[in-house]
């Protein structure tokens, strides 16, 4: 894996976490909500999953948003770090 899909993967699991604590939803709530195991939703969240478009699709309609919402705020945040240096 590259500095930057590793990279990627933290910014992604990042965006996951926060949209999950917004929509509050517990990791476990999340994992039981959308058939995904708690393992691998903390993978994700912690940048070490690289998910497939089935699981950010259960985990999105799980709780009420779509995909691309994860994506959105992948980028935000990485607006933001821009503007941090």
Known sequence: MTRQQRHDLIVLG???????AQRHFSASD???AS???????????DGWLDPDIKMLHKLAMSMGIRRAA?????EELEADVGRET
Request: glycine share 4%; no cysteine.
């Open 70 to 74: 994860f994506f959105r705020r992948a």
């Open 14 to 20: 990042e965006a996951v976490r926060e949209i999950r």
């Open 35 to 45: 058939g995904v195991p708690l393992r691998r939703l903390t993978a994700l969240e």
């Open 30 to 32: 999340l994992a039981k």
